[in-house]
């Protein structure tokens, strides 16, 4: 299971990781009436400042790199679905909210968990633009930019599966 893209690096004006980028920074509440998941990708980060533009810049098969405890705060089910409307290929992240990862997990958006990753992004180890491959199944991250390998968490073999079923509900019909 690997995936191969341009990565984002959610980093502040300074360069530095942020960290407990919560649900709402995600998606914003203002914009929960909407169901379509396929809406949803225009309001990706729109309530994160200096990423209020992502959903403009963004491609499909694009990699986000982010901080600690990405995903923090509510169950938000829209903050995991506006990345897949946009077309996120993963979400590599130091650590992930737990209900937030179990979204992901269950809506099968490929997250992957990296200890020390944001001592990394401070380092200039990852930038925005570079192009990486990760495979969930190893843990295997490796920067093509820079032609630098590092080891993050394999992901478990029920996400690979739910991962491969399309989801959990897929999963379960299995």
Request: hydrophobic share 40%; proline share 3%; with cysteine.
């Amino acid at each position: 299971m690997k995936i191969k893209g341009r990565i984002w690096t959610l980093v502040d004006e300074n360069g530095k990781p942020i960290h407990d980028i919560d649900t709402d920074q995600i998606y914003h509440n203002k914009h929960l009436a909407i169901t379509e998941i396929s809406q949803m990708g225009k309001f990706a980060l729109g309530n994160l400042k200096g990423w209020e533009d992502f959903p403009s810049k963004a491609k499909p098969g694009d990699i986000i790199f982010a901080g600690k405890n990405f995903g923090a705060g509510s169950s938000r089910q829209h903050a995991v679905d506006c990345f897949k409307a946009l077309g996120i290929g993963a979400i590599v992240a130091e650590s992930f909210g737990a209900i937030y990862k179990r979204n992901a997990i269950n809506s099968a958006l490929p997250i992957m968990e990296f200890p020390g990753l944001s001592e990394l992004m401070e380092e200039g180890k990852f930038t925005s633009g570079d192009e990486v491959e990760i495979d969930l199944e190893t843990g295997r991250v490796k920067n093509l930019t820079k032609g630098e390998e590092y080891q993050a968490k394999p992901a478990s073999k029920v996400q690979l599966e739910i991962l491969q079923a399309g989801g959990l509900f897929a999963y379960g019909r299995k």
